[in-house]
């Protein structure tokens, strides 16, 4: 979120409305003469695609750490600000005209511009786009590429190609960022609320599936940021799990998925959390939900390493503030005017325990992908905000993205770089930025280098609208129980707890990795044909598997146990076991392993060094067949 009238204009409306171009030909990076290459080679050296994740951190394909030390690189989501005439600086942000296209192409050539990323010290960009660029198809503006005459009768789409063809030479990783759906400044009551506002959401998935299998071969083109900072529109909101068209863990569950399997699976799937939700009054409801929906309800990908979730912070802004001033504006506190002590609980609760918290569904690497503040601040609470805001993020040594990286010269002054009509830079790098201190300190900080062990991994399985088939061997398999709602944990992780109602489910490789026999088959039990070492749970019917396979996934019709499904173990399995009984409590581990992943509900969770051997229920009055019991095994 850039400084934008959104809490003014929401509130205002609120109260008032009861065809594919081939992909461009790289723009030269530098040459061996050029005292940048050295830069560029040094980075290119230092890590290796593609990138994916273990526990909290991102990590390279030898496994070792990449930090992302990241910023955004916007323009090409567009710069009109939605009235006056398109043609006129002026009725752009800050007057600066990006013509679909990443900021600076007109004044500086594309090799100076990486010249200056590399001495800014990062190692990665956020780069934005919007979907109506994708489908622009008129050549920009000549003047819109005066400094790199190379791009002239491009489309903007092409201009990105080659944008991001120059970016990945010279080492840097490229995360794309689907950040509006038309190409209008962001984030007001702008049509770009959410990912489907003025598009259906057929349209934005297969915009994505586009992008993604276009830069497939080129893997430093590293992740997939969904969408950009969802809110309210002036009549409703987006929400976390509710299953509607306006369900933005569905939206990103559905589409994280098939970017995986559908188009290139070698990327990171970045999901931010809900920026605002409610109407901005004094007198109504209202808020920034962030992150903490996730701590009852995370994605579980098709890939279990892949995900990244992500949040943006600005001073100006708050927990229950928009940033908006004067009309619009409530009298709740902006994240700048809390005390260091209380802007760190509260950073903690809406973000960053995905990554402090480890051994959950939830845990992954936290990027905070937006955060920024003028170089021309003279409030010393924003100042002192943003000295926090990098002491928490380098305590934390938590990935990162500045907004923004380029600009003109006389036009705002947020941006790390300026640079005038005649290509000249100023900013950050040069004289007395008051950022430059907090900034240095962030991007040269100490933090975790090197090899990254495996960790044991735990995932949820929501069945609450849909299945949640998240095996790609069982999705090979098909439709094992027509007309049932189906939970399977990601392929090297296996069931090990259930909930009395509702379906959610958790899967863990805990005290086990690759149990299951990549050869081996799977096995649908509808029936007690396999209870064969006596009657663990008497009087309940009980499906349970056979010797040597253990539970991956279930199914229910409404709420009754239809079916599980098991696999088979690549080494024989012990019968020796307990029954675990959870139709009238709680009846998990102590400190709850894995996390509560199933809130409200009733839960049975087997202990790490178990496995689901089988699902006992009944349909005595009153019981409906949920699941009552499971069957924990010694591993």
Request: glycine residues 10%; negative net charge.
């Amino acid at each position: 979120m850039k400084r934008t009238l959104l809490g003014a204009a929401l509130a205002a409306a609120l109260l008032t409305a009861g065809t594919t171009a081939a992909p461009a030909a790289p723009v030269p990076g530098p040459t061996a003469a050029d005292p940048a290459s050295a830069a560029a080679t040094a980075l290119a050296d230092s890590w290796q695609p593609p990138l994916s994740t273990r526990g909290r951190h991102v990590v390279d394909a030898d496994g070792d750490r990449f930090k992302l030390k990241s910023a955004n690189w916007h323009g090409a989501q567009g710069s009109w600000t939605g009235s006056g005439d398109q043609a006129d600086p002026a009725n752009h942000n800050a007057g600066e005209k990006s013509d679909q296209m990443p900021l600076g192409l007109d004044r500086v050539p594309v090799a100076r511009i990486l010249a200056d990323f590399h001495a800014l010290g990062i190692n990665s960009i956020r780069l934005p786009f919007s979907n109506e660029m994708l489908h622009d198809q008129r050549p920009v503006p000549d003047a819109a590429v005066a400094a790199n005459p190379q791009l002239r009768g491009k489309t903007p789409l092409q201009v990105f190609d080659a944008v991001i063809a120059a970016t990945t030479a010279d080492g840097f990783a490229v995360v794309l960022n689907n950040h509006t759906n038309t190409s209008r400044w962001c984030c007001g009551l702008d049509g770009n609320e959410r990912w489907n506002t003025s598009q259906t959401t057929a349209q934005w998935e297969n915009d994505w599936l586009f992008v993604a299998k276009r830069y497939k071969e080129n893997k430093r083109v590293a992740g997939a940021d969904l969408y950009n900072e969802v809110r309210r529109t002036v009549t409703d909101d987006a929400n976390w799990g509710w299953g509607d068209d306006h369900d933005w863990w569905t939206a990103t569950q559905r589409l994280g998925d098939r970017l995986l399997t559908e188009a290139n699976p070698d990327l990171l799937v970045i999901v931010e959390g809900i920026n605002w939700q409610g109407i901005p009054t004094d007198l109504t409801p209202h808020g920034r939900p962030t992150l903490e929906p996730a701590r009852t309800l995370s994605h579980t990908l098709v890939a279990s390493d892949k995900l990244v979730y992500s949040a943006h912070f600005y001073g100006y802004t708050g927990p229950n503030h928009t940033g908006a001033t004067g009309t619009g504006e409530t009298h709740d506190w902006r994240y700048q005017e809390l005390s260091r002590d209380e802007l760190f609980a509260t950073l903690s609760r809406q973000a960053f325990f995905v990554a402090a918290d480890t051994g959950r569904h939830y845990t992954a690497p936290l990027w905070i992908s937006e955060f920024g503040i003028g170089a021309d601040e003279t409030d010393p609470k924003a100042r002192a905000w943003f000295g926090n805001l990098v002491d928490y993020l380098v305590a934390n040594d938590t990935d990162f993205a500045y907004w923004p990286l380029v600009g003109f010269t006389g036009h705002g002054r947020w941006k790390l770089l300026d640079y005038d009509t005649e290509g000249r830079r100023s900013g950050i790098l040069d004289g007395s930025d008051w950022r430059a201190a907090d900034w240095n300190r962030l991007v040269t900080a100490p933090g975790r280098t090197g090899p990254v062990p495996v960790t044991d991994t735990w995932r949820m399985l929501n069945l609450d609208h849909a299945d949640a088939v998240q095996s790609l061997r069982a999705r090979a398999r098909g439709d094992w129980d027509s007309g049932a709602r189906k939970g399977v944990c990601p392929d090297g992780l296996r069931l090990v707890g259930l909930a009395h109602r509702d379906g959610r489910g958790l899967c863990t490789d805990t005290g086990a990795a690759r149990l299951a026999d990549p050869a081996g088959g799977f096995t649908v039990v509808t029936d007690e044909r396999y209870v064969r070492e006596g009657d663990w749970a008497g009087g309940y019917s009980k499906l349970q598997c056979p010797r040597d396979r253990f539970v991956v996934g279930y199914s229910v019709r409404g709420q009754a146990v239809s079916a599980v499904l098991c696999a088979a173990a690549g080494r024989a399995l012990p019968v020796t076991g307990r029954t675990l009984w959870f139709d009238r409590g709680d009846n998990r581990p102590a400190g709850g392993p894995g996390g509560e992943f199933a809130q409200g509900n009733y839960k049975g969770q087997c202990a790490d060094g178990e496995y689901v051997a089988g699902i006992a229920f009944t349909g005595a009055w009153a019981k409906g067949k949920t699941p009552d019991a499971l069957l924990c095994r010694t591993l």
